[in-house]
Nanobody, 121 residues
Framework: QVQLVESGGGLVQAGGSLRLSCVASGHFFRVNVMGWYRQATGKERELVADITRGGSTRYEDSVKGRFTISRDNAKNTVYLQMNSLKPEDTAVYYC???????????????WGQGTQVTVSS
């Protein structure tokens, strides 16, 4: 079992900043790719950014240059620094981790409970 616990969401004015954190815990061999997704009301969930254990990153086009994803492998933690926030960034943000179990088997998908980010204009 893997648990992902997110923190750091909230209400901020446009142009402001927030930092999200997500910690993975439980019984597993290793956490591979970690990432952040978001889902706005009435829209599908979309990838915001993700990062490999080696530090390779990718970003959704609308957040490039504003958001930075990072991780601490020793702490099984991923961060999302969000700057220059816009009202269209308002959504529930979900942490995701691809987790390798002990023994044989592929990575399992783990999800956090979600944290609300609201950007007011």
């Amino acid at each position: 079992q893997v648990q992902l616990v997110e923190s750091g969401g909230g209400l901020v004015q446009a142009g402001g900043s927030l930092r999200l954190s997500c910690v993975a815990s439980g019984h597993f061999f290793r956490v591979n790719v970690m990432g952040w997704y978001r889902q706005a009301t009435g829209k599908e969930r979309e990838l915001v950014a993700d990062i490999t254990r080696g530090g390779s990153t990718r970003y959704e086009d609308s957040v490039k240059g504003r958001f930075t994803i990072s991780r601490d492998n020793a702490k099984n933690t991923v961060y999302l620094q969000m700057n220059s926030l816009k009202p269209e960034d308002t959504a529930v943000y979900y942490c995701n981790a691809k987790v390798r179990p002990y023994g044989l088997g592929d990575d399992n998908d783990a999800w956090g409970q979600g944290t609300q980010v609201t950007v007011s204009s």
